[in-house]
C-alpha cells in the first residue's frame, strides 16, 4: 500500500483540511505515517499569513525535498492557494490550493503519474463539501470543529481574505452532526474554529446564528466540552455570556484578538472598535463571568507606529490584565491596503524598533500571566492529560485554562496510571511561571 505523510503547518484550519487530506488519501488506497521517511506521497500543507509564514514552508519544502529525494512532494495549502498560478518550483512535484480539497484525490493521481499539476480550485459548491473526516491530527480525545470559512472583515493588514475568500459558514444542521459524530468517537474537548466566530451564519441567515449554535452543541447528549478560538471583538455577541454561565460543557475561556489600542492605529487597520470598548468587553466578561479565561493579541510595527502608541498599548494590557496574550510583528503583505502605506526600506527600519517593542512588551503580559496563574492554586478542576513524562510519575494536561498548543500546561503527580486523552479531577497545587503544578485526585 502506498504511504502518504503530512506536515501540516499553520493554524488549526489548516490542521482541518489536513484531516480532511488524509481522509481522501485513506478512501483512495494510501496509509498514513508518521515518518516521512517512509512515505511515497508527502504533503506540505502551507501557511502564508505572514512572511516568516511563508519562509516556514518554503524551507519545510526545500528539506523534505532534501532528506526524502525519492518521495513524490505536494505543495498544498494557503501558500499555493495565494501565489499557486505564479510559481515555478521544482522542488515541488505538484501544487494544490485549498479551495475545493474534494480535487485531492485527482491531484494524487497526476502527481504519481509524473504530471507536475498545478490546481488552484474555485469555492465549491458548500453542499458538496466534506462534513466528516476519518483521520485525526489533534492529541487523543481532542478535535477541531471547523464552523465556517474565509472572513469579510477589512483589516487592512490581512491576507486572509485574499487566501481565504469572503465568509462562507457551514450550514447549521451540518455543523452539529459533525460534533455528534466526534462525541461518538470519544472526543472529549471539541475546539469550536473559525477566523471570526461571532460571524457564524450571517452570509447563509442574515444574521449572527453562534449563540444559537453554542446552545444546539452544548444540549447534546455525552460527555464532551467546547472550548471557543478566536471571537473577533467588533462582532463579539453578549448574548453568549449568559449561556457559557448556564453550561458547564462550554468552557470559560474567550480568545479575543484586539491587535491595538491606539485609536489611529486602529482606523488604519480597518477595526471599528477602541480601547475603551475592548475594555468594557472584558469588563463585562468578568462580571458574569468570574472565571473567565481572556487571551488576546497584539500586532506591533503596523504603519504609524511609535513610542506614544506603543505606551499606550502597554497602558491597555496593564489595565485589561489579560490571562495570555500572543503577539507578532506587523508583516508587509502585498494586496493589502497596508501595503502601501510604507516601502520596503521604511519598513524594515521600523521592523527592528517592532521587535523591540515585542520584547518589551511580552516581559509584561509574562509577569500578568504569572500572576494571574495564582488564582488556580488550591482549586479543583478537570484536566485532561495530554501524555506521560517518562520515567516519572508526571503526567502533562491541560485544565479549562489552557488552550492547546498557545497557552501552559499542568504538570500532574498520579500513582496511578495514566493513559493521553484520559479526563480526571485534579488540585492545583502551586503556580510554576506559566504551568501549573498539580495532584490527581
Not at 493521481?109 to 462534513?131: F, K, L, W
Not at 497557552?407 to 485534579?426: F, P, Y
Amino acid at each position: 500500500m502506498r504511504k502518504i505523510y503530512v506536515e501540516s503547518l499553520g493554524c488549526a484550519k489548516n490542521q482541518v483540511d489536513s484531516e480532511i487530506l488524509l481522509t481522501y488519501a485513506s478512501e483512495n488506497g494510501y496509509e498514513m505515517t508518521s515518518d516521512p521517511a517512509e512515505a511515497d506521497v508527502i504533503v506540505v500543507n502551507t501557511c502564508a499569513f505572514i512572511e516568516d509564514a511563508k519562509k516556514e514552508s518554503i524551507d519545510t519544502v526545500l528539506s523534505m525535498r532534501e532528506n526524502h529525494p525519492k518521495a513524490k512532494i505536494i505543495l498544498s495549502g494557503c501558500l499555493a492557494q495565494r501565489y499557486g498560478s505564479e510559481m515555478d518550483f521544482e522542488e515541488a512535484d505538484a501544487i494544490f490550493g485549498n479551495h475545493d480539497l474534494s480535487l485531492f484525490p485527482e491531484i494524487l493521481r497526476e502527481t504519481e503519474s509524473n504530471e507536475r499539476p498545478v490546481e488552484v480550485p474555485e469555492y465549491p459548491d458548500p453542499d458538496s463539501e466534506r462534513d466528516q473526516r476519518s483521520i485525526l491530527l489533534s492529541r487523543a480525545a481532542t478535535a477541531y470543529l471547523k464552523i465556517s470559512e474565509g472572513c469579510n472583515h477589512c483589516c487592512s493588514y490581512c491576507a486572509i481574505p485574499i487566501i481565504r475568500g469572503p465568509l462562507r459558514s457551514r450550514p447549521f444542521e451540518r455543523v452539529v452532526s459533525e460534533a455528534k459524530r466526534l462525541i461518538a468517537e470519544g472526543v472529549y474537548e471539541i475546539s469550536v474554529i473559525a477566523q471570526d466566530l461571532g460571524a457564524y451564519g450571517t452570509d447563509l441567515y442574515g444574521k449572527s446564528r453562534f449563540t444559537e449554535l453554542m446552545d444546539a452543541l452544548s444540549s447534546l447528549d455525552g460527555d464532551f466540552v467546547l472550548r471557543m478560538l478566536y471571537i473577533h471583538p467588533d462582532t463579539f455577541p453578549m448574548d453568549l455570556l449568559p449561556l457559557v454561565r448556564e453550561r458547564e460543557k462550554i468552557l470559560p475561556y474567550f480568545d479575543i484578538p484586539v491587535q491595538h489600542a491606539w485609536p489611529g492605529i486602529l482606523r488604519a487597520m480597518g477595526r471599528t472598535g477602541s480601547r475603551e470598548i475592548y475594555l468594557g468587553l472584558v469588563d463585562r466578561i468578568r462580571e458574569t463571568l468570574p472565571d473567565a479565561v481572556i487571551r488576546t493579541t497584539i500586532m506591533l510595527g503596523f504603519p504609524g507606529e511609535c513610542d506614544e502608541s506603543f505606551a499606550e498599548v502597554k497602558r491597555f494590557i496593564e489595565e485589561g490584565r489579560f490571562d495570555w496574550m500572543g503577539s507578532f510583528t506587523y508583516s508587509r503583505e502585498e494586496d493589502t491596503p497596508a501595503y502601501r502605506m510604507r516601502g520596503k526600506r521604511e519598513h524594515d527600519k521600523a521592523h527592528k524598533l517592532a521587535v523591540s517593542y515585542q520584547k518589551e512588551l511580552m516581559e509584561l503580559q509574562n509577569e500578568i500571566s504569572r500572576d494571574r496563574m495564582r488564582r488556580f492554586v488550591g482549586n479543583t478542576y478537570k484536566a485532561i492529560i495530554e501524555e506521560k513524562i517518562e520515567g516519572e510519575e508526571l503526567y502533562f494536561g491541560r485544565i479549562y485554562a489552557q488552550a492547546p498548543d498557545v497557552d501552559g500546561l499542568t504538570v500532574i503527580s498520579s500513582s496511578r496510571e495514566l493513559k493521553a486523552g484520559d479526563v480526571v479531577s485534579v488540585r492545583i497545587l502551586k503556580s510554576m511561571d506559566f504551568d501549573l503544578d498539580a495532584v490527581a485526585l
